[in-house]
């Protein structure tokens, strides 16, 4: 009788203390990144690429010159290489597109036939790339 008491007692104990209950603290915030939606990473396209991009975990806006945290808007860079992270991502330079209007399309237009390689970086009204914030990166082809 004792030992059955005590197996009900520590069951009890076990339940009051969380055992056998679902956990139900908060999950982890989700990871800030930048997707490019479409195309999909090895497509085949033509000279006209149309991008879908997409954030999660940040708010899109306009470049207003500003580093809000948490705001930011879409930097691609075709067939170059990433500028330094902590650094103000430069205008005027070939393969580099600011889409400062905080848009989530663009249109690579005229691309050569070959391998592109297209990586979406997101940076903040200052054009500074934001901090912790992934990117994305896709390979096209565009065919001949």
């Known amino acids: 009788m004792r ?6 007692g520590l069951s009890l104990a076990s339940l009051s203390c969380g055992g056998g209950r679902p956990d139900t603290r908060a999950a982890p915030p989700p ?13 085949t396209v033509g000279s006209d690429v149309h991008l879908a991009l997409q954030a999660e975990g940040v708010e899109v806006a306009a470049a ?6 948490g705001r930011g ?7 170059v290489d990433l500028t330094p ?3 103000v991502i430069p205008a005027g330079v070939p393969g580099i597109v600011h889409i400062g209007t905080g848009a989530s399309e663009w249109t690579a237009a005229g691309l050569t ?4 390689r297209i990586i979406d970086v997101l940076a903040h009204g200052d054009h500074v790339p934001m901090e912790g914030v992934g990117t994305d990166t896709v390979r096209i082809v565009v065919r001949e």
């Open 3 to 8: 030992s059955t008491l005590l197996i009900a």
């Open 31 to 43: 990871v800030a990144r930048a997707v490019i939606a479409q195309p999909a990473d090895g497509d």
């Open 64 to 69: 207003d010159g500003q580093h809000v945290a």
């Open 73 to 79: 808007h879409h930097h691609l860079f075709i067939d």
């Open 85 to 87: 992270p902590d650094s």
């Open 113 to 116: 036939p070959g391998a592109h």
